[in-house]
């Protein structure tokens, strides 16, 4: 695969061009090329009168039309210009250098096609139909971010022109189009990071932002990446610190690099407090016959061999040696071999004495202030996190202070599905927020460990009845809502909701990014809409409160509803 690795740099400023070409029947078998109902369709119907549900149809139609005619040309039966001849496509059929290198793209998977599909769509210039080529390696491209990003984003069209296999990789290639109804809408950024300071285990970083189109530019911090043990030798193949709990009995596996080739040495815990570390013994006796033959050249007894090589060679190959506090040859019941114990012919079984675990680390602690930015991932995804208030308790907090950070993304609700498969999260069965499936989506996402955001309480005891009038936006004050005192929830979460209460506080509750869909016309809170039972007490209900952002106002709404999405919020000790 010659072409277009870096897409990045490659997408134009101006209108994309149509280039129509061919296949090689002689390399691959060529399919006819066929226009999808893409899913996207289906997204935009939610969101539109039966009118422009009737216009819709007729411009799919209409494209229907062009990819029909570009079909023929594709299998030779018409030509632009009458120009080329049969043979030579023939000749040249399904080289992919025959796509327009200015509008032809390789992705790798669905993170790299969506990355470069909010690139292409939002710097595609003019109104207008655009239309890209986009080969997937291994994965066959889709377009589902473009309805989820940009709604006033009209006719998409995905379209499969080939299939073919080169040393055992499939490429799909695809036809993706789209219209811009103009200009007129703001920027919607796509940040291009300038790592300044890299974040560490438990350190934040630094990254400068820059938007790529407008060039607005905003310095974030990057949040701790935390202890990675992919190796499962309990240590952090990052910064090589043991941060596993461990206990006697507890085994483990370290990798083992020798002259012949890697090997694994399982061993198991012995002693949790042994001479000031954990003792851990070899559950793989060595071949003494291989040690005598490696260590013939030094000079002593075969217990002196045996032990030079425990303290060279062994020590030298394990994936631990970083974190050894000496290194032992044991007996076959686990019990260290004093010098000059060991009994010639004896199986050798060695021991290792690692430095106790920290378990206890916390994360570098700062004192932020409204308004810094914070990128933080959920799952395998990064939002900007803005600090929206600097002196922040929760609601079980009397002496700890905490730095509250709102999402500058409302994430749609349909935000788990794919072009095949449609995936939405509603708010859950009621409005108890703390048996919710938006509770159980955030707490999937928030990470774990000493990096992850603290665990903070979350219980509501307080419902509303009312809403506050359409319009008012952040300049209500609650005019229209009726509290009601609820029994208090014991509850804590690391990322969670924002309350009635707290969208009332902040005005920042009401400007989000990704807004306008039919998944995110608003967001949910974790406030429940009152419900009174026979008795005047309260109950669980089907209406909890959403900040509406396409009217502007606190109102209550059906927990089944799927046009509002998610906006987490977390909160940070102030250091």
């Excluded at 994360?363 to 600097?390: H, K, M, P």
């Amino acid at each position: 695969m010659k072409n277009r690795k870096l897409w990045r740099w490659a997408i134009a400023a101006g209108s994309l061009p149509l280039v129509i070409f061919a296949v090689d029947t002689r390399e691959v078998r060529a399919e006819t090329v066929h226009s999808e109902e893409v899913s996207q369709e289906s997204v935009r119907q939610e969101n539109i009168s039966q009118e422009a549900a009737s216009q819709e149809d007729a411009s799919q139609e209409a494209v229907s039309q062009e990819d029909a005619s570009q079909e023929a040309a594709f299998r030779g039966d018409v030509f632009p210009g009458g120009g080329y001849q049969k043979e030579v496509f023939r000749e040249a059929a399904f080289q992919r250098e025959l796509l327009p290198a200015e509008a032809s793209y390789t992705v790798s998977d669905r993170e790299d096609c969506r990355r470069l599909l909010m690139e292409v769509v939002s710097s595609a210039a003019g109104s207008g139909r655009h239309e890209i080529y986009v080969t997937g390696e291994d994965y066959e491209p889709e377009t589902l971010v473009i309805a989820q990003m940009f709604p006033e984003v009209c006719r998409i069209s995905n379209t499969v022109l080939s299939r073919s296999r080169e040393n055992g990789t499939e490429y799909v290639t695809c036809r993706i189009g789209f219209e811009k109804a103009g200009d007129a809408f703001p920027c919607r950024h796509v940040w291009q990071e300038e790592i300044l300071e890299t974040a560490g285990c438990l350190s934040y970083g630094r990254t400068l932002l820059t938007c790529r189109y407008c060039s607005e530019t905003e310095e974030a911090s990057l949040a701790p990446s935390g202890h990675r043990d992919e190796n499962k030798d309990s240590l952090c193949d990052q910064c090589q610190k043991r941060f596993l709990e461990q206990k006697k009995g507890d085994r483990l596996e370290f990798g083992y690099e020798e002259k012949t080739g890697d090997r694994v040495f399982s061993f198991i815990c012995l002693e949790e407090d042994f001479h000031g570390g954990m003792l851990y013994g070899c559950e793989n006796s060595s071949s003494l016959e291989e040690i005598l033959e490696e260590t013939k050249e030094i000079d002593g007894s075969e217990e002196d061999r045996i032990r030079w090589w425990l303290q060279n060679d062994f020590l030298n190959g394990l994936s631990v040696r970083s974190a050894c506090l000496e290194i032992l040859l044991l007996d076959e019941k686990g019990k260290p071999v004093g010098a000059g114990s060991w009994i010639p012919g004896q199986a050798i079984w060695p021991g290792i004495i690692l430095t106790l675990p920290e378990t206890r680390e916390q994360a570098e602690e700062r004192f932020w202030r409204a308004g810094d930015l914070q990128i933080r991932n959920l799952g395998e995804t990064s939002y900007r996190f803005r600090c929206v208030d600097d002196d922040y308790a929760d609601s079980n907090s009397n002496y700890q202070r905490f730095a509250l950070f709102l999402c500058e993304t409302v994430i749609r609700s349909d935000v788990d599905s794919t072009d095949s498969k449609r995936e939405i999260i509603s708010f859950g069965d009621d409005n108890n927020y703390k048996y919710s499936a938006v509770r159980a989506w955030l707490s999937d996402h928030a990470g774990e460990g000493a990096q992850a955001p603290p665990f903070v309480h979350t219980g509501v005891n307080s419902a509303f009845s009312g809403q506050t009038a359409a319009g008012t936006w952040q300049e209500s004050r609650g005019e229209g809502l009726m509290s009601y005192q609820i029994p208090m929830q014991s509850l804590t979460d690391r990322l969670f909701l924002l309350s009635v209460e707290e969208v009332l506080a902040y005005e920042e509750a009401w400007a989000a990014e990704g807004i306008g869909s039919s998944y995110s016309r608003g967001y949910w809170l974790r406030t429940p809409a009152a419900a009174l039972n026979t008795e005047g007490t309260f109950m669980d209900g089907e209406l909890v409160y959403v900040v509406d952002l396409e009217q502007g106002c606190l109102r209550p709404m059906d927990v089944s509803r799927t046009e509002f999405g998610i906006r987490p919020a977390f909160c940070l000790p102030q250091g």
